[in-house]
């Protein structure tokens, strides 16, 4: 067994990692968070543990999630209708009980924020109001290979304006064709685009690459050309550190089935900048649910918009799938966004330093782990997307073999997130492990050092 120690200040502390499991356990026992893990339910494999980093695409399941949802059947079967004034949590104003708690996630004003539909809707409501192209002004600039969702839906806005999506989409790529683009490319591209830009809307954290994106200053050198920004935070929301208010961003849409740990589809948020309460001319498609809570039932026949991020909102709360949001976000309040962005950071670092030193025992081979997420800790949330030549498959069905809930995107990448909330540095050490193995079974390493 090799115990190698590694000091790293990527972020902004030293941080020294051993490869062994007794080095694992001592810093979960120092872990503040550690208590958090039981508090979800985690799935089992034949019988067996499973070791699951799949939190960037459906989060587990908050052990008070049925309760949350039991206390509406039965507040339903007891009061029926009147259950939308009555109900311990009543349904009427239902999505303001997750208002407070999300809008902390993001960093928002609570007003800005509102929790309704699902993320694709939310983007083309979102663009409805602020993609509003000109002739001269019709450009987007997103992230290289956004999420499909979102290019098709990028695509189908352009082309509802008349655009051609080939003219209006510019993706965002590198000098060097990497799945790595610097922030000052990113602002290069947004200044020569400058004069036919309408739109700059990014997957603030890449699904693919993991790379998150300088939010803060791609918002400003929009602006400066005077064009709106707005980001896909599909893979950011309660993963990376956000200020949404204080970064100046227009909009925003995420899901909650990811890191927010709500089940499978369950209901989207949006944010909207106080800015753009007061703009009346703003086009909006309305809906009942938009209208102010005080008129509402009076059944007016004009739209009154609530002066908040509500006045998006079309329909009445679908309530069991809030409720699940509302258990995980009763969990994130507790644990605190500062905390677990904190153990992110180091649980993803010992990750890499486990993928290195496997590398290191490969390095006279043709095999390699590639870590195409960036090194830098600002730059990335808990994700790591590894690619591995050729075998990425096969490897990545070893994994799975071997209790490891990890996810394969097309082409050619394994994505493996180490979650805060719910995994421990014991489950990155055996993960590692299964990984090591798999490398050189695959790859056929002669090594006579090899640790069982
Ligand atoms: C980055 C990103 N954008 C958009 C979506 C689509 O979300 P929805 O199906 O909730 O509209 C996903 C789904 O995984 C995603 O990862």
Redesign the pocket.
Known sequence: MRNKIITTTKLGCSMQFTNSLSFAQQKDKQDGLKHFREKFLFPRHEDKDVFYFCGN?LGLQPSATKSEINQELEDWAKFGVEGHFHARHPWFPYHEFLRENMATVVRAKPNEVVVMN????N?HLMMVSFYRPTKERYKIICEQS??P??QYALASQAEFHGFEPEQAIIELKSENNSTYISTDEILEIINKHKNELALVMI?GVN?YSGQLFDMKRITEAAHASGAVAGY?L??AAGNVNLQLHEWNVDFAVW?S??YLNAGP?SV?AAFIHENHFNESHLPRFAGWWGNDPKTRFTMPKEFVPVKSADAWQLSNAPVFSMAALKASLDVFNEAGMENLIKKSGELTAFLEFIIEEINVELKDTSAKLEIITPKNHSERGCQLSIIIREKGRSIYDHLVKHGVVADWREPDVIRIAPVPLYNSFEDVYHLGHILRQAMLNDFKVENQNART
Request: net charge negative.
């Open positions: 695409s699902s993320l694709t809707v983007l956004p999420f969702s979102d997957g699904y896909d599909a893979h899901c089935y990811k589809g989207g």
